[in-house]
């Protein structure tokens, strides 16, 4: 018979893993955490993401991490498409259209580190919370009552951890999803991405905004400021078949910082990164005691930077729905509710965001390109037209259309 006081097993200290349990831990829930990364090599992770929309800053701050955010991040209340091929801004969207929405009518440039970092951080401070650093979770079993995780320890022993429920937050490749035997369905996209540093002010020489869409129909590019000093991050589609050596190197990367603007002497690079992008959504995010949330449930092309957004969401909703059955108040039935709500938002407006974005920049037809950049300006100038667009692109829409859901 297993422990009332069994933990929540979470697996995964990513941002989806740790908001669900800033979550739990808020609703005095036990939580354990279980993370392949120790505690000397936790912040050494490859430097990703950070575009926090509005929606998941109010969720950010309900879990009281915004606050800690906030001075580490850049406050981008714009964002711009441009034309590359043809030198010009497209048009310019300003998060003041929704200011009647939300208190956060800006996304915040904080990268995935920082987030993680903070969150830790905070989770350290709860006795109901504990932290298996240094572990990998190999595989698990469940039964009516309960779960055991199958666990390698920081001391490279094997071990089984009780617990009332396992949730991944592993991101893509998921060993929880694997065992549990849910399909994740989708593509992956015929192209690597490839990400560029350097210090360079592309707002003081060239009037970009902080987060920037770039169109071009030979290699389209997006162009993010994360911190200060000029610390901007560039990333360029490239063709799968290229040898990643030489996508990595020196030579190229300044090839393509210049052919992207060419400054007239050579960009400080400070790092480079090449990563594949896929469109994988799992079949289900809930079976039985098994619970999925993030990129274990699916994965998305990061241009839009909704990813880590619509994973934080995830594991606000499954939070309640927890607490819920763990105090009696709700049978497992609601964890069925949750997949149908996260799939829909998965499928229909996550894949959907980052898929449009990817056509609207890559367009290779000069007619449809005219088409598409006429509609962005004409949206983008029309306050009616823009509110609906940035509600869309920052998840209010999808959590409006998850609620609705039974
Ligand atoms: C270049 C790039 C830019 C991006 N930009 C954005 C953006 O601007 N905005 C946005 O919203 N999203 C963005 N994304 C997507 C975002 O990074 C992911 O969606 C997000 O990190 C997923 O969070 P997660 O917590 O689900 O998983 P992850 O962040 O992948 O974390 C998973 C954690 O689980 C641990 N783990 C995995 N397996 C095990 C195991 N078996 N046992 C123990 N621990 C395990 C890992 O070590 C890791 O710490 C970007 C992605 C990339 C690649």
Same mark, same amino acid.
């Given at each position: ?17 740790? %908001? ?36 998941? @800053?109010?969720?950010?701050?309900? @879990? ?7 001075? &580490? ?8 498409? !441009?034309?590359?091929?043809?030198? &010009? ?5 300003? $998060? ?23 969150? =830790? ?11 298996? =650093? ?9 039964? +009516? ?58 707002? /003081? ?14 290699? !389209? ?30 030579? #190229? ?11 007239? /002497?050579?960009?400080?690079?400070? $790092?480079? $990164?090449?990563?594949?992008? #896929? ?28 990813? =880590?957004? %619509?994973?934080? #969401? ?34 229909? #407006? ?53 609620? +609705?859901?039974?």
């Amino acid at each position: 018979m297993l422990s009332p006081k069994a933990p929540v097993i979470i697996v995964g200290a990513g941002p989806a893993g740790l %908001s669900l349990a800033l979550y739990l831990a808020q609703h005095d829930v036990n939580v354990l955490i279980v993370e392949t990364f120790t505690e000397e090599n936790f912040l050494e992770q490859v430097p990703r993401t950070g575009s926090i929309h509005p929606s998941t @800053l109010e969720m950010f701050d309900d @879990l009281g991490l915004y606050q800690h955010l906030e001075p &580490r991040g850049l406050i981008a209340p714009t964002f711009q498409f !441009w034309d590359r091929e043809h030198g &010009r801004m497209i048009a310019e969207f300003d $998060h003041e259209v929704i200011k009647g929405d939300t208190k956060f009518p800006y996304v915040l440039q904080c990268e995935r580190l920082k987030v993680i970092e903070q969150a =830790m951080k905070m989770l350290r401070t709860y006795a109901n919370v504990a932290v298996r =650093m240094g572990t990998t979770l190999e595989s698990f079993t469940q039964d +009516a009552d309960g779960v055991v995780a199958n666990v390698v320890n920081e001391a490279g022993e094997r071990e089984d951890i009780p617990g009332s429920y396992i949730v991944s937050g592993e991101g893509g490749r998921s060993a929880i999803r694997k065992g549990a035997d849910i399909a994740f369905e989708g593509y992956t996209y015929p192209d690597q991405v490839l990400t560029v540093s350097v210090v360079y002010d592309f707002d /003081k020489h060239h009037g970009y905004a902080y987060r920037n869409y770039i169109s071009d129909p030979d290699q !389209w590019a997006n162009l993010f400021k994360w911190t200060q000093p000029e610390r901007w991050r560039v990333h360029f589609g490239t063709s799968m078949d290229d040898d990643p050596e030489r996508l990595l190197s020196e030579e #190229h990367c300044q090839a393509q910082m210049q052919h992207f603007i060419p400054i007239g /002497k050579p960009y400080e690079i400070v $790092h480079r $990164h090449l990563y594949s992008s #896929h469109q994988l959504v799992a079949s289900s995010f809930n079976a039985g005691r098994a619970l999925l949330t993030g990129d274990s449930a699916h994965v998305n092309s990061p241009i839009g930077g909704v990813g =880590m957004n %619509s994973g934080v #969401h995830d594991s606000i909703n499954l939070g309640e729905k927890l607490v819920a059955v763990l105090r009696g108040e709700a049978d497992a039935s609601v964890f069925d509710r949750y997949t149908r709500q996260r799939r829909h938002v998965a499928i229909n #407006h996550v894949k959907k965001i980052t898929e449009r974005n990817k056509r609207l920049i890559n367009d290779k037809d000069p007619a449809s390109r005219q088409k598409n950049h006429d509609m962005l300006a004409r949206t983008a100038n029309d306050p009616k037209l823009a509110r609906d667009y940035i509600l869309n692109t920052s998840l209010f829409t999808s959590l409006d259309e998850a609620a +609705a859901i039974q």
